[in-house]
């Protein structure tokens, strides 16, 4: 049974002191915790033992006597000897003890099942919980299905391997490393059996994944990932805003695209094909004439999600896309959270966000800047489910 707002709302009112932003130890904790601290809050993060050391040691927040911070960003560290213990009946006691406001972030529905999200974390999430399983592919409804029900672009599906009749995008989850991909790309039904009987013998993907892939026709272009912000508090024509873009570096993909052909065919046969394993991001821009388009697609996925999805978007969200030769982005994937590229932004800021606000404003910044105006005005309840 899903968690009412309701109980939500009576445990955050409940808290005594002021809150501590909180976050799952990875992925973009760093800029939720530089974000917290810029805006005057105490960070928490929750962590794996054995992953701990970027947080507890090298970002550790130093302040001087009056508390202001002088080094660092994370205040306190808690360590678990697998994430999903965070979302434990103690470790929830402990947060909602300690006033914590959680920031979900990928790791958080990776590494803790969304039925327990849903139904168990009696902890304040900064953000709409019960959009989080449509970022499942798997999953009967998903970001697709919302994408097609507020008419914005998507890439066209094959619903059969016999059909592959043009270079295609196989996605599923990677076998072992479940929160990265074991994406391929075949362009006929023979090279998508070839592909995947190989894929399937070095255990990269599994065979059950396979039969649930998602097929689609390959977007050409480059991409570029529109992290947006939401804010509930604004007036609705007010509550969208563009902070930044960034793309992602992936291995072995973007080893083998700086080689040339010839050095490509002379790789081992399991080093020629391309891996789409997250390892980092860079910065972006686009061309100021494509930025109404790209508000156009942020303001229609923010009432379609609104609309089926009470209460919608909360904060960040990001519009994964490939623009094509003709200026028309396709959205290929979605995040209704933080993304995982924002770090790049941080202390720093986002170059929309910084045009926007008139200081560096990083993702996490704003998230932690829309929490203190919540609390200020009354109206925290407003960003929390």
Known sequence: MPIARAEIERIASAYTTRPVVAAIGSHSALDIADGAVAEGFRTLLLCQAGRELTYERYFRCVRDASGRAERGCVDEVWKFSKFSEAASPEAQERLRARSALLVPNRALSSYVSLDAIEGELRVPLVGSRNLLRLEERTERENYYTLLSAGGLPIPEAIA??????????????????????????????????????????????????????????????????????????????????????????????????????????????????????????????????LLEEVFRLGERFVDVARERYPPGILGPFCLQTCIDADGSPTIFDVAVRIGGGTNIHLAAGHPYGNALWREPMSTGRRLAREISRAISDGRLAELLT
């Open 160 to 289: 059969d391997p016999k059909a592959i009749d043009g270079l295609v995008m196989v996605k599923l989850p990677h076998a072992a490393r479940r929160l990265e991909r074991g994406f391929f790309t075949c362009a006929s039904p023979q090279e998508y059996a070839e592909r995947s009987a190989r894929l399937l013998r070095d255990g990269v993907i599994r065979a059950e994944d396979l039969a649930a892939a998602r097929i689609e026709r390959y977007v050409l272009g480059p991409v570029f990932n529109f992290n947006f912000f939401f804010s509930p508090l604004a007036s609705r024509s007010d509550g969208l805003e563009l902070l930044g873009v960034d793309e992602r570096r992936e291995s072995s993909l973007d080893g083998l695209v700086r080689l040339p052909a010839s050095q490509q065919l002379s790789l081992p046969e399991g080093s020629q094909l391309p891996r789409y394993t997250v390892v980092g991001h860079g910065s972006l821009t686009v061309r100021e004439s």
